[in-house]
């Protein structure tokens, strides 16, 4: 079955620390792949987003991810974190050329940004 | 736009009652999903419409049913309220094709 893995459950970091963030997926074929924040007491948003070309995507507020097809791996980065990045990330995964209709979430990351 | 919009916020129910969360989108988006996320669960997708009048199962369906009347509207049926079905649910919507989710700002949910 289709998976996706998030290692880390929980991370404290003080700020302007580095971050990274790792999340596997098993499966095989074209997969577009998303990371998503959620801030507390906030409904989920999209942070950044591959389909195709430079694996190196970069989105909102700084993060970026790398997707190494070798590896399976879309980690989340960010060079220097803040306090408002204190959320829960959520990596997510939709399979095929034209997008299916399913997304497999993993369970998530929840990070802690100490002032 | 106002998005993705859910009613109620919060409810609690008691075991046995029955009640129906609502999600509604402006954005003519063709698919809309039901979630419930769990602590160190993730999200589990519940239900799934690719357009009005067609509806299917996602991994956790059990204890639920949906419709899909109107592109606009995908409320979710709980009818027999179990204790097992405290969560939050979301409710996302997208385009059709390759795209990301728009998410609703969820429904917490408990069951006693």
């Known amino acids: 079955a289709q998976s996706v893995s998030q290692h880390n459950h929980h991370v404290i970091l003080s700020e302007a620390a580095s971050l990274e963030l790792g999340c596997n997926y098993s499966?095989?074929?074209?997969?577009?792949l998303f990371w998503y924040v959620q801030y507390p007491g906030q409904h989920l948003q999209l942070l950044l987003k591959?389909?195709?070309?430079?694996?190196l995507v970069k989105g909102i507020k700084g993060f970026e991810a790398e997707f190494i097809k070798s590896k399976f791996s879309f980690n989340l980065r960010k060079p220097s974190v803040q306090w408002s990045d204190t959320a829960e990330y959520f990596c997510?995964?939709?399979?095929?050329?034209?997008?299916?209709?399913?997304?497999?979430f993993g369970t998530g990351t929840r990070l802690k940004v100490l002032a | 736009n106002a998005g993705v919009t859910q009613t109620p916020k919060f409810r609690i129910l008691k075991i046995g009652q029955s009640m129906t969360l609502q999600c509604a989108q402006d954005m003519n988006h063709n698919y809309m999903y039901w979630y419930r996320q769990d602590p160190g669960m993730g999200l589990k997708l519940i239900y799934y419409s690719v357009g009005a009048g067609i509806t299917d199962k996602g991994e956790v369906p059990n204890g639920y049913n949906v419709s899909r009347s109107t592109t606009e509207d995908f409320p979710l049926r709980l009818e027999l309220a179990a204790p097992s079905q405290t969560s939050v649910y979301f409710c996302?919507?997208?385009?059709?094709?390759?795209?990301?989710?728009?998410f609703g700002p969820g429904t917490r949910l408990t069951v006693t």
């Open positions: 591959y389909f195709s070309g430079d694996p």
């Open positions: 499966y095989g074929g074209t997969v577009n």
């Open positions: 996302a919507s997208r385009r059709r094709g390759v795209d990301e989710q728009y």
């Open positions: 997510a995964v939709n399979h095929g050329t034209s997008g299916t209709y399913k997304y497999i």
